[in-house]
């Protein structure tokens, strides 16, 4: 019989496609969010809480593997990731699958303690560091979405920096098989789409494809923490992504790899073909 893996965050960006993607395969499958209600009909389902440890036990029986996605929003999200890992290998799981990014270390506070616990005391293990997210620009919840649509603006301090943005299907399929494969990846998979663009580029193409203009506003770092701030989110995880928006405009994103290629067999999906594939949120 096939593993059983866990899938946290199975009603997310990556979640919900890999775990479709590992259902496909045969494996036996449960998702855990904090609803109720199932995100699959094909798997099983528990409701699941970081921060409720009640909720815990159920998603760990009978487990075998599991793939984890961060709390949202949690500045330190290793507080809650770390005894919940310690508790799952005490359980006899075997594969721990993170998602990380590819900003994020190994060793840095938050997510970095998490990766490198994973190294040290997991028996198979992989992370996932990945780019930003192609649906940062067309999901009404995030700030980018949110502007897009609004008003027809990118907000940022990344400057003239660029990044290898990914599509979320790309970085689940590197997951399925980070966790389908017989033999364990025990490595950390650096996963980028095929080109690095700036959010100048970004604006240009939106523009193209939904037929009207956008325009990527440049923000000092300040603007940019009252922008997301203004947009709902916390101010130390505002502070946070300002600080990740240094990093890009530096020039720590401006990179590409083969890890989709190397990993599924096909390349992986550009910026404009996803845009177009999404130009109707925009217009």
């Known amino acids: 019989m096939k593993p059983r893996i866990l899938v946290i965050g199975a009603a997310g ?3 919900r496609p890999l775990a479709q993607g590992l259902v496909a395969e045969g494996f036996r499958v449960r998702t855990a969010t904090r609803s109720t ?3 699959l009909a094909s798997a099983e389902h528990v409701r699941f809480d970081w921060a409720d440890p009640t ?3 159920a998603a760990l029986e ?3 593997r599991m793939y984890l996605l961060a709390p949202g929003l949690v500045e330190d999200p290793s507080v809650l990731m770390c005894p919940f890992i310690e508790r799952a290998l005490a359980r006899s799981v075997r594969r721990v699958v993170v998602l990380s990014a590819s900003a994020i270390p190994e060793g840095a506070p938050g997510m970095g303690q998490v990766h490198r616990l994973l190294r ?3 028996p198979e293990w992989s992370v996932l560091q990945p780019s930003w997210f192609m649906q940062n620009f067309t999901d009404p919840r995030h700030h980018h979405g949110a502007s897009l649509r609004r008003d027809g603006t990118l907000r940022s301090a990344t400057g003239e920096g660029r990044v290898g943005f990914v599509d979320a299907a790309d970085i689940a399929a590197v997951g399925v098989r980070a966790l389908a494969d017989e033999a364990s990846h025990d490595t950390a998979h650096v996963i980028t789409g095929p080109r690095a663009l700036s959010y100048d580029d970004l604006a240009a193409v939106i523009s193209k494809v939904a037929g009207r203009p956008v325009q990527h506003v440049h923000l000092g770092p300040e603007e940019a923490r009252r922008h997301m701030q203004d947009a709902g989110m916390p101010e130390t995880y505002a502070r946070l992504l300002v600080g990740l928006d240094a990093l890009i405009r530096e020039g720590a994103e401006d990179r590409v790899t083969d890890t989709v290629q190397r990993i599924t067999g096909r390349p992986p999906r550009d910026f404009e073909s996803f ?3 999404h130009a109707s949120v925009w217009r």
């Open 37 to 39: 209600t199932p995100p």
């Open 275 to 277: 845009a177009r594939a």
């Open 120 to 122: 040290e005391r997991a």
């Open 55 to 57: 909720t815990h036990d």
């Open 13 to 15: 960006n990556t979640g």
């Open 62 to 64: 009978g487990v075998d």
